[in-house]
DNA sequence: GGTTGACCTGGAGCGCACTCCAGCTCCTAC
DNA sequence: GTAGGAGCTGGAGTGCGCTCCAGGTCAACC
């Protein structure tokens, strides 16, 4: 099975260009292309997309998934430095995670606040 | 009291370009200035600093602290406006939490992968 | 009174991750 | 055989959030 480039962009989320993009950047290897030259995504090619947006939704950055794109293309021999990679951000995004979880509890103090604020209003008026 | 730039920077965890570019766009107010024309803020200025750290720390964009900023200006009358603000950058913090966790597991079966493909490997080189 | 160091201003520059564009080719359908 | 639409390329432009810089002022210490 394979894909245009508009069915490669709605699979994985990333628009055309963007697609485009990280091809000319190094992050995705050159799609084969059919007789007009148009490019012919595959399944594999798909997965790497996908497993690339997903990389990218928890914030690591282009660089790095360039670095872990040029291990993997060379071999089972980068394997052990590629899980390392994926430990350390895994570490990263747990950290993260903590830290939006942090702020999420000053966000509810701050909106109790304004609660307060609103009882204490609407008591005034009763009264 | 009061605090010179380099010690609000150091308390808010912000640069001191950083706070001078946010008064400049209008997401601190303007703070009070010694006999030599610094800077000197105060402990309600450091506040709020703290508290647009936070925001900023859970991806709330400027423009948005910025309308929260003027809203804060108006006055109690704007409490409402305000309050629904951060109620809906709370969905967007849970949200984003959420979304990062579901990448978690992807995360989390990748690295098994790479433990498994390892464990393999192992064996074939005792056996 | 000279040097040092913190701070000032306006404005330019930067890194990231796209996003858009002009001008072109190619296939398809009528 | 031509009109339309998808795709192509190289390169420029964008938005965000800072970050840096030159050239100056000011206060304090020696």
């Given at each position: 099975m394979t894909y245009?480039?508009?069915q490669a962009a709605e699979r994985s989320g990333l628009s055309i260009d963007t697609l485009r993009y990280y091809e000319r950047i190094?992050?995705?290897d050159p799609p084969a292309r059919d007789s007009g030259g148009r490019r012919?995504?595959?399944d594999d090619d798909l997965g790497w997309l996908v497993f690339l947006t997903r990389m990218r939704t928890t914030g690591?950055?282009?660089r790095m998934m360039r670095e872990y794109a040029q291990l993997r293309h060379l071999g089972a021999a980068t394997a052990g430095r590629r899980k390392q990679m994926l430990y350390e951000h895994r570490a990263a995004v747990r950290a993260r995670i903590a830290e939006l979880q942090s702020c999420l509890e000053v966000l509810d103090y701050k909106i109790t606040h304004y609660e307060q604020i609103e009882h204490t209003f609407a008591e005034g008026i009763t009264a």
């Open positions: 245009s480039i508009a190094g992050l995705v012919t995504y595959s690591m950055p282009i």
